[in-house]
């Protein structure tokens, strides 16, 4: 049968032959082949934890446990604890039966890493084993970087993990997560391994939760970032002490949500692949859905019914407002971003109010389908347009709106994002002028325009216009 990875890893730790004595001829390389243990013609190598080690001081034999030691994925750690004993107080950590890593107390006089393999009980050096744990603990507890550089001899190895006693103390009931995984990001005092406060480190970290749902709302296509993983988030399960603790069986998309909460190095993996950017796209592209959808309920209820409804128009007109609100409120709270991106959002806000202005008409006389009640008398619930535009007696509905629709909403946006948008900008000020708006929104208009033009590059590529929107506005078809 075939031999797992974790299989070769406690094959290699319970032999503790990972490196024989000085006395043999050949060494086990981490990739199962072998060669003579001769001088080693490196300098410096990287460790496993992507830190860089200077080797050049150690005995060629020194290089080759080394190099094997802090390069090797093949170590797994099953436990830790303190042991007080006649010779001393030291942390143990086992690797795996029979093989255990024991760190001294530096208080009791000596500095001493002892590890219970052959190789270094016969010979005394230290031994692919405490190589291993060298590299995991400089970056799991000490906080070093990929770009530190660690000059390694033997007295460097013993003084920097006995230094770190009382810290590897402070952390000896997750130290198999630290090292066997990596590192969880630091959740401070916050985190509760017992769980005993019911407190739960991601209760107070909004904005890791906030980046994981932008990332993951990526995978729905209709909520947006602050409408996805409420649920989720409900089902992380408290504390948690493994990765493996973090699994939710049938439910993938909420074990992903915990383990991105959780996991920093996972979560700073996925933000790679769904940049910032990436994902204001995704919210543009979905807050646009919703937009299309709001014109054909109004359409359909226009062309087919059945069903009378007094305060559709009001009702659109409403929503409207809520999807200019969201596209601002997710703008303020996740710019910047790279030069171009909310462009995407501008032209989306100028289609909707142009298809708002190709719905200036009382829906209600067009209707060929039989009502059963008179129509509204108000006109703001007969005229989209007039409900959003033309009304002078058009104030905010919604907490944090401005007076006039669309106006500060998209003035809202850098000039170099809207700037493109100039032409299309003067058509529809025509339009507005034409089928009537209180002369403040239209002074707003016109000096929305003005201050896109501030930065117009003339030789910018004006966009393809889509041609439903593109005409002129003598050539719109409006539905009165």
């Excluded at 070093?144 to 003084?159: G, L």
């Amino acid at each position: 049968m075939p031999t797992t990875r974790s299989q070769v890893k406690r094959d290699n730790q319970r032999s503790g032959s990972a490196v024989p004595s000085d006395s043999s001829s050949s060494v086990e390389s981490d990739k199962g082949t072998s060669s003579a243990l001769a001088p080693v013609p490196l300098t410096r190598i990287q460790g496993h934890s992507g830190i860089t080690y200077d080797i050049q001081r150690l005995s060629p034999n020194a290089i080759s446990r080394a190099t094997l030691g802090l390069r090797s994925e093949y170590m797994v750690v099953d436990k830790s604890r303190t042991v007080d004993s006649g010779s001393g107080s030291y942390h143990a950590i086992q690797l795996d039966k029979p093989i255990s890593i024991r760190i001294f107390d530096p208080e009791d006089g000596n500095l001493r890493v002892e590890c219970t393999c052959d190789d270094h009980q016969n010979n005394k050096s230290i031994c692919v084993h405490i190589y291993w744990l060298y590299d995991g603990l400089n970056a799991a507890l000490a906080g070093s970087s990929a770009s530190s550089i660690y000059t390694v001899t033997k007295d460097d190895v013993i003084e920097k993990i006995t230094g770190m006693y009382e810290l590897i103390g402070k952390h000896l009931g997750s130290l198999h997560n630290l090292l066997n995984e990596g590192p969880y990001e630091d959740w401070g005092a916050d985190f509760e391994e017992s769980g005993t406060t019911g407190r739960d480190p991601v209760g107070d970290r909004s904005e890791t939760i906030q980046d994981v749902q932008d990332m993951l709302s990526i995978f729905d296509l209709k909520s947006l970032p602050d409408e996805f993983g409420d649920e989720m988030l409900e089902e992380v399960p408290r504390g948690a002490k493994t990765f493996p603790d973090l699994i939710i069986p049938g439910n993938m998309p909420a074990t992903m949500f915990g383990l991105a909460l959780r996991y920093k190095g996972l979560r700073d993996c996925f933000q790679k692949i769904f940049t910032r950017e990436y994902c204001a796209m995704q919210v543009y592209a979905k807050l646009e859905r919703r937009t299309a959808e709001v014109f054909e309920r109004l359409d359909y209820y226009t062309e087919i019914g059945p069903r009378f409804n007094p305060r559709i128009v009001a009702r659109c007109a409403i929503r409207l407002r809520q999807i200019v609100q969201q596209l601002v409120d997710y703008n303020n709270e996740r710019a910047p971003f790279k030069p171009g991106t909310m462009s995407r959002a501008a032209e989306i806000l100028l289609e909707m109010l142009i298809r708002i202005c190709d719905r200036d008409g009382d829906i209600y006389e067009n209707i060929s389908w039989d009502k059963t009640e008179p129509d509204p008398v108000d006109e703001q619930d007969r005229n989209l347009y007039y409900n959003l535009i033309a009304n002078p007696a058009s104030t905010g509905q919604l907490p944090n709106e401005t007076q006039f629709f669309f106006i500060d909403a998209f003035g809202s946006f850098p000039p170099s994002e809207r700037q493109h948008l100039i032409e299309r900008l003067e058509e529809t000020l025509e339009t507005i002028k034409e089928n009537g708006a209180p002369d403040l929104f239209v002074q707003k208009f016109e000096d929305l325009i003005e201050e896109s033009q501030e930065q117009f590059d003339p030789t910018a590529v004006q966009p393809r216009r889509n041609p439903s929107s593109g005409e002129s506005a003598s050539q719109r078809r409006r539905l009165r």
